[in-house]
């Protein structure tokens, strides 16, 4: 038997400097952004990113994208 694949959606996981460690290391942090469509373009995904952390006081440090996929028989 053949798995199928379906595309579910995504999620976009963005990290971001909150500030320094009290040894002056950057301290990050995660927050995820789901159901994003699946068919969405990758450029307007980071597009998406960079513009809701532009309105925050925390410098953006990498923006991820985590595809879902159903799998089924």
Same mark, same amino acid.
């Given at each position: 038997?053949?798995?199928?694949? *379906? /595309?579910? #959606?995504? %999620?976009?996981? %963005? ?22 469509? *699946? /068919? ?7 597009? +998406?990113? +960079? ?5 925050? #006081? ?16």
């Amino acid at each position: 038997m053949a798995v199928i694949a *379906s /595309n579910k #959606d995504s %999620v976009i996981v %963005v990290t971001f400097q909150t500030g320094l460690t009290a040894q002056g290391s950057p301290k990050l942090s995660q927050r995820s952004f789901p159901n994003i469509k *699946s /068919n969405s373009a990758d450029q307007d995904v980071y597009d +998406v990113a +960079v513009a809701l952390y532009g309105l925050q #006081d925390y410098p953006l440090i990498g923006v991820r994208r985590d595809n879902r996929i159903d799998l089924t028989v």
